[in-house]
């Protein structure tokens, strides 16, 4: 996915062995990534265990940050979807024993496919 197409929000969903390959430093043993998307240089990837945002940062993204949240710790969460001048989407979280929820946007063209996935593994 270019650059060009990732400011006009055209977020996609990242092939499976395409993101376990850069991504798999970080992963427990026997976890595995079922699902991912990304939008120009973060992503979300869903393993069977846990939600796992990476913020790329700097100008050459090699310097990143991995927000984990296991699936058992969240107590709800919400999607806000974008109107028609609005490009992004909000995904909020709460996780037990925080009081504000960890919050991050993303392109709303994901949005329902966003949550159901994390639905299908809050609601397990």
Same mark, same amino acid.
């Given at each position: 996915?270019?650059?060009?197409?990732?400011?006009?929000?055209?977020?996609?969903?990242?092939?499976?062995?395409?993101?376990?390959?850069?991504?798999?430093?970080?992963?427990?043993?026997?976890?595995?990534?079922?699902?991912?998307?990304?939008?120009?240089?973060?992503?979300?990837?869903?393993?069977?265990?846990? =939600?796992?945002?990476?913020? @790329?940062?700097? *100008?050459?993204? +090699?310097?990143?940050? #991995?927000?984990?949240?296991?699936? /058992?710790?969240?107590?709800?969460?919400?999607?806000?979807?974008?109107?028609?001048?609005? =490009?992004?989407?909000?995904? @909020?979280?709460? *996780?037990?024993? +925080?009081?504000?929820? #960890?919050?991050?946007?993303?392109? /709303?063209?994901?949005?329902?496919?966003?949550?159901?996935?994390?639905?299908?593994?809050? =609601?397990?």
């Amino acid at each position: 996915m270019g650059l060009f197409s990732g400011i006009l929000g055209n977020a996609s969903k990242i092939d499976n062995d395409e993101i376990s390959e850069e991504f798999g430093k970080v992963l427990a043993p026997n976890e595995r990534v079922e699902h991912a998307y990304q939008l120009i240089r973060d992503y979300f990837v869903f393993t069977d265990k846990r =939600l796992v945002v990476v913020n @790329k940062q700097g *100008i050459t993204g +090699t310097k990143m940050e #991995f927000h984990s949240i296991p699936y /058992k710790s969240v107590t709800h969460f919400s999607i806000e979807t974008g109107g028609p001048l609005d =490009l992004d989407a909000d995904l @909020k979280i709460w *996780i037990s024993s +925080t009081a504000e929820p #960890f919050a991050q946007k993303f392109n /709303k063209r994901l949005s329902y496919e966003v949550q159901a996935v994390l639905a299908s593994y809050v =609601l397990k």
